[in-house]
């Protein structure tokens, strides 16, 4: 492999002329510095599988070693950013701090080829070689990330897993794990075990979009018991990636009001009669805006505090219909008790607690672009989807957002208008589509653009009843939104989205080694095709504001 084949593309790569290579085989060994001590176990794990080479110890200095270090020069180097220095005789991976050198090191392993990215070896004696020359690179944002949605369709802990090694690869550093909704709570809490036990399953699930007459009869559910969670994390952690749990409140709950009916709005609705939604779409049944229903929550947060290490916890705030509420004589009171004006200053109270909840324990809420109804919690950070309209104001107002609009990374979304796109959803957005996504408006000035913490896709799985489906949507459309968040924009503005599609030629064949079930680029294939379930495709897109 060349370094005009890297994905993510790198700020810097200049080739050494007439380099004959590093050779990497059976003597090559590693000295790793202090600080990259979980680069050192993933390099010997996973080139030690995939070319069956030892690594073993070497000296710094001794020639043929691969070296490991963290920046010692002042501080040249940013936390993420890193220097990988290739020449005949050693290799250099140098990053600013331990996240650097990991990046570096998936920049390391993309230049030994796809057979890299197995876990066994498939040939006898491979001669690998490393090109020679220097790759100086860091990161646009901070934060670079991809939302699992599990509660449409759980997926299993291994699945999830194997999904932080493939954000891992295209240098993605959080996973936003949608836990609970309507459908499914995914989340063991101790102190509320019918959340698992009742909220977790459901009796059969919609197949197809909600407007489908389709039904699989089939009971589905799963969730994670909190050793699953610590695993999940430091597995996670290993690889530089950051865990942010979504539970969502005060919509987006039947799962939670079925396994406590107390939840709900029980002076409007027979809450006892609710069941684990299956079906799609917004419902009706939300949490009951009460004390009560915030001590529940409390509880509910303490656990997961203690199961994420993670700066931020979100809380969802989207999609909360108000109906309820205002027929609900104990909303009502609690709206005139509390001096706020209507239902969309209720939620906010609702969302105000939980930040300053949150706060007080040293972490910070972060919400879907709901919570800017009835105004802005302070010190909440927005997710903004509905277009860049909320992300605007939430940075003109001084609060962080990370931007992942519907019309952009949602990839949920159909790939192609084709008739043979599986459970066709949304509107077209095509690898281009996402490579052209830029996170940051131009409605902008230089000081509120700072408030952009980054951009990730959201992937939300109604459709996607297995790790195949979810393959099918996420890739390669993932790789195009990994360059959108890691690398800067050309001078022109413009990326070259011909030379992107150049470097994913070599970028099919990593995924092809790594088993992903990506969309080919001729269109499905005949597996990956669902003829005869309906799906919801939408014409044009609305205008992005």
Not at 5 to 14: D, G, N, V
Not at 65 to 90: F, S
Not at 198 to 205: C, F, I, K, L, Y
Request: net charge negative; with cysteine; charged share 25%.
């Amino acid at each position: 492999m060349t370094f005009e084949q890297l994905i993510p593309a790198p700020s810097r790569a200049e080739a050494t002329q007439g380099g004959t290579g590093f050779t990497v085989d059976g003597s090559t060994t590693l000295w790793a510095g202090p600080g990259t001590e979980s680069t050192e176990r993933w390099l010997r794990a996973t080139l030690g599988a995939a070319f069956q080479l030892p690594l073993a110890p070497g000296a710094e200095t001794e020639p043929g070693t691969i070296v490991l270090r963290v920046d010692d020069e002042g501080g040249q180097l940013a936390a993420e950013a890193y220097r990988l220095t290739v020449t005949a005789d050693r290799v250099e991976l140098r990053g600013g701090g331990p996240a650097g050198v990991f990046w570096g090191a998936q920049t390391l392993r993309q230049l030994l080829g796809p057979e890299a990215f197995r876990r066994a070896p498939i040939a006898g004696d491979a001669v690998l070689s490393l090109p020679e020359g220097v790759v100086e690179d860091a990161p646009r944002f901070g934060w670079r990330g991809m939302m699992l949605d599990v509660s449409r369709h759980f997926m299993s802990k291994e699945g999830v897993l194997r999904y932080l090694d493939l954000l891992a690869a295209h240098k993605l550093n959080v996973f936003h794990f949608h836990l609970t909704d309507d459908q499914g709570w995914r989340l063991e809490i101790k102190r509320y075990p019918r959340l698992t036990e009742v909220g977790a399953w459901r009796s059969r699930t919609k197949w197809g979009h909600r407007q489908s007459d389709l039904w699989n009869e089939n009971p589905h559910g799963g969730f994670y018991t909190q050793d699953d969670i610590r695993e999940i994390v430091a597995y996670a952690a290993a690889r530089h990636i950051t865990v942010v749990p979504e539970i969502e409140v005060p919509g987006h709950s039947q799962a939670a009001i079925a396994a406590y009916p107390e939840l709900g709005n029980a002076d409007v609705i027979d809450t006892n009669a609710l069941t684990v939604w299956d079906n799609w779409g917004v419902t009706p049944n939300v949490l009951a805006p009460t004390e009560g229903t915030l001590r529940f929550y409390e509880g509910v947060f303490e656990e997961v505090l203690e199961l994420f290490p993670s700066t931020f916890i979100h809380v969802g705030g989207d999609e909360c219909p108000k109906e309820q509420w205002k027929d609900s004589q104990v909303a009502q009171e609690n709206i005139e008790r509390l001096g706020v004006s209507n239902e969309d200053e209720l939620q906010s109270w609702f969302i105000r607690h939980f930040d300053k909840w949150l706060a007080a324990r040293g972490r910070r809420l972060i919400g879907w672009d709901e919570i800017l109804e009835g105004g802005l919690a302070e010190g909440a950070a927005v997710s903004s989807w509905r277009g860049y309209g909320g992300g605007i104001a939430a940075a003109k107002a001084g609060h962080d957002v990370v931007m992942c609009p519907e019309q952009h990374v949602y990839l949920d979304h159909r790939q192609h208008g084709g008739a043979d796109e599986p459970v066709p959803i949304g509107w077209v957005r095509t690898l281009e589509d996402v490579y052209r996504f830029e996170p940051v408006p131009d409605k902008l000035t230089a000081e509120e653009a700072e408030h952009v913490l980054g951009t990730q896709a959201n992937v939300w799985t109604e459709v996607m009843e297995n790790e195949g489906r979810v393959d099918y949507q996420v890739f390669p459309r993932l790789a195009a939104l990994s360059e959108v968040a890691w690398s800067r924009l050309p001078a022109s503005a413009e990326r070259d989205f011909e030379g992107f599609e150049e470097r994913m030629t070599a970028h099919y064949a990593r995924l092809d080694a790594l088993g992903v079930g990506y969309r080919p680029p001729g269109g499905p294939l005949p597996w990956q095709q669902r003829p005869g379930v309906f799906g919801r495709p939408i014409e044009g897109a609305p205008p992005i504001v």
